[in-house]
């Protein structure tokens, strides 16, 4: 309900004197990605009004208002999952929440695993596209009454990943010297939380998955229906075992210690993209694939 969005956002807009122009989610391990924001006022989800609660190890579970290169921010340390027992609704409920308080863009990023042969772990994907399992089949956060005053009931989808933020980010990679553990491809979003079967793996890769997680799909959805620009990265933190010889498994505990490794790559790429991004209160106006 567009009340209970605004009733939350209302509250933090009491709280702070911040209005961010950008909203960025921390994968798995990548909870760092606030600590940059100067100027912090911080909230545990437990104390946001209508916020749910992170319970994943590597999720911090607050909510970090700040700026960062002259634009102001909101971070949040800690995603919620539909695995963890939420509604799709809630998993997503931040986003509505951000666009009430006036984000315009949405930067995504996760920890994912491989499928794409050329990739290795500690790269750092650009997401072109996503393939959303779980909404392919009907679990979507905009099943229900649509809500005319985020969007429309048949939101469109193609370009949801904004091309002009996907090529300003592989230019800094350039100019830092990151550019050969940046990869661009597709990300699927998979129920979890068991880490796929080697047949799953191999089904994934055969359809052209290049990286798969269990997030940031749902979220991009609702962003997009709701007219925020987004950018996405995935955190490559391991290779999806898809041969019944490889004795290599992977574990939670692996996806985090990768995020620790690159975390400052990813911290540099997403600092220079914010402080190159220009902001403008024209929804959707870089939309084009
Ligand atoms: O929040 P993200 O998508 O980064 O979390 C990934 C997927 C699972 O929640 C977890 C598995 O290690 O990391």
Redesign the pocket.
């Known amino acids: 309900l567009h009340d209970e969005y605004q009733k939350t956002a209302d509250w933090l807009m009491s709280q702070t004197k911040h209005r961010p122009q950008v909203a960025i989610i921390?994968?798995?391990?990548?909870g760092m990605l606030a600590d940059t924001l100067k100027c912090q006022d911080s909230f545990a989800y437990a104390d946001i009004p209508g916020f749910p609660q992170s319970t994943?190890q590597?999720?911090a579970g607050q909510l970090v208002f700040g700026e960062l290169k002259g634009k102001t921010c909101v971070c949040m340390q800690g995603?919620f999952?539909m695995?963890e027992g939420h509604s799709l609704c809630k998993t997503t409920f931040p986003i509505r929440v951000f666009k009430l308080l006036g984000v315009e863009t949405l930067i995504v990023?996760?920890?994912?695993g491989s499928l794409a042969d050329g990739f290795q772990t500690g790269d750092i994907m650009i997401i072109k596209d996503h393939i959303n399992f779980p909404g392919l089949v009907g679990l979507n956060p905009l099943c229900g009454p649509n809500d005319d005053k985020f969007g429309p009931r048949f939101p469109a989808m193609s370009g949801c990943y904004d091309k002009g933020l996907r090529c300003l980010a592989m230019e800094i990679a350039k100019e830092l010297g990151v550019a050969s553990v940046l990869q661009e491809g597709v990300y699927a979003m998979v129920g979890?939380?068991n880490?796929e079967t080697i047949a799953e793996a191999r089904l994934l890769h055969r359809l052209g998955v290049d990286a798969v997680?269990?997030?940031?799909a749902p979220e991009v959805v609702v962003a997009t229906h709701c007219g925020l620009r987004v950018f996405g990265l995935s955190?490559i933190?391991n290779k999806v075992v898809k041969s019944y010889e490889d004795t290599e498994s992977?574990?939670?505990e692996g996806?985090?210690e990768i995020g620790r490794l690159r975390s400052h790559t990813v911290q540099q790429l997403v600092t220079e993209l914010i402080d190159r991004m220009e902001i403008n209160n024209n929804d959707n106006i870089n939309k084009s694939i």
Do not use: D, Q
Request: charged share 5%.
């Open positions: 921390c994968g798995s391990g990548l994943v590597g999720h995603r999952h695995y990023t996760n920890a994912a979890g939380p880490f997680g269990m997030s940031t955190l933190t992977v574990n939670h996806v985090l």
